[in-house]
């Protein structure tokens, strides 16, 4: 595809669900960024893949969220127990492994727990 | 990522030239200055980026000073489209991890 796609575009879940959201990339990009924002917050930071490299989970808020990559391309946030804080939209980003070269954002999943 | 600081919120009016500053004092020298925008209910989108000289593209330019501590992003003829939250932000040249900070609100006043 032409950019960064993420599905579903629209998540409501019950209070201790698990929930899965995908990131498909921009191909060859092997950066890939997952953030999250509440409502009229800024974006939060949660994990940070580069290719093969461990990721940067310094940003994840807690041991409910969790986030893999396969293959260096589609990767996967998963949300487990849900709870109505996790209530946000979560954003994914790709780069190539440059620091000259900018991130493509998808347009985000809205996660509602209701 | 090297710390930026950016005012809350900044109004302009339609026409006219919007000026917004970042300070980013701890920049090390081969790390670039990014610029992006978040327009309500979207996606961050970019903007522009640079590493010591001035830049300009078709949305905006960036001037950056001579001791790179700090820039400014110019949108020339701001418009009403304009109004969204601008991040500048200096991603660690190590790893390019980006981290964003709190940005400026522009509103684009007719």
């Known amino acids: 595809g032409a950019g960064v796609s993420q599905s579903p575009s629209n998540k409501v879940t019950e209070k201790g669900k698990d929930v899965e959201l995908r990131c498909d990339p921009i191909?060859?990009?092997?950066?890939l960024y997952w953030y999250r924002q509440s409502l009229g917050q800024g974006l939060e930071f949660l994990i940070y893949?580069?290719?093969?490299?461990?990721?940067?989970k310094s940003g994840l808020p807690s041991d409910r969220f969790s986030a893999e990559r396969t293959g260096g391309s589609v990767s996967t946030l998963t949300i487990q127990r849900t709870q109505q804080e996790d209530s946000a939209v979560y954003l994914c980003?790709?780069?190539?492994?440059?620091?000259?070269?900018?991130?493509?954002f998808g347009q985000g999943t809205r996660l509602t727990v209701v | 990522d090297a710390k930026t600081t950016q005012p809350p919120s900044m109004d302009c009016a339609e026409g006219r030239a919007a000026n917004l500053p970042c300070n980013h004092s701890?920049?090390?020298?081969?790390?670039?200055v990014y610029w992006y925008r978040q327009i309500h209910s979207q996606g961050p989108q970019y903007i522009i980026h640079?590493?010591?000289n001035n830049e300009t593209n078709e949305m905006a330019s960036l001037i950056i000073t001579e001791d790179r501590k700090s820039s400014t992003l110019i949108l020339p003829h701001a418009t009403l489209r304009d109004t969204a939250v601008y991040y500048c932000?200096?991603?660690?040249?190590?790893?390019?991890?980006?981290?964003f900070g709190a940005g400026t609100r522009l509103t684009v006043k007719p």
């Open positions: 640079g590493l010591k």
């Open positions: 980003a790709s780069s190539s492994y440059r620091g000259d070269t900018e991130a493509f």
């Open positions: 932000i200096v991603p660690r040249w190590s790893n390019n991890d980006m981290r």
């Open positions: 701890t920049i090390s020298g081969n790390e670039y």
């Open positions: 893949f580069q290719g093969n490299s461990a990721p940067d």
């Open positions: 191909s060859g990009h092997t950066a």
